[in-house]
């Protein structure tokens, strides 16, 4: 069982339609070279294409800007690369003890490993975490897992 969120602070907007605007606390002056330069583009550029920029902070956008031929309603594939964008943020606001109950990960695991068959193995692993996800209020938790390897 998932354990219940918590409600989100009064006040903060949640986007239905549209995302309601704040204002970008940032210098511009900084800021708007480094954007123009990551729309720019072209084959010799190491940043490549850049086709939109969003940006929301605490449930308000904050700045957009978007390439020629792309806007709002244009739908971007992102496959993996927003899932290891936001996996890497998480990881670097875990690593600084940044999130709200941050705690260290401790694992201990023991693994057997057998060959059930010359072209088979199966192995047999347990794993015991504490603050798993480097969450405090979770765990501890047990993991079993069981592995085979086949050669054909």
Known sequence: MLPTLPAQPAGTPWPTE????????????????????????GEEDALGETHALVAVHRGRLVAEHYANSFGPDVTYPS??????????????LAGDGQLLHSGPEQIIETYYSFAAFSFAALSLDYQFIVNPAYNRDRGPVSVFGVRTHIEF
């Open 18 to 41: 549209e995302w309601p605007e704040g204002r970008l606390e940032a210098d511009r002056e900084r800021l708007d070279p480094l954007i123009a330069r990551a729309f720019a583009g």
């Open 79 to 92: 496959w993996s690369k927003a899932k290891s964008v936001t996996q890497a943020l998480v990881g670097i």
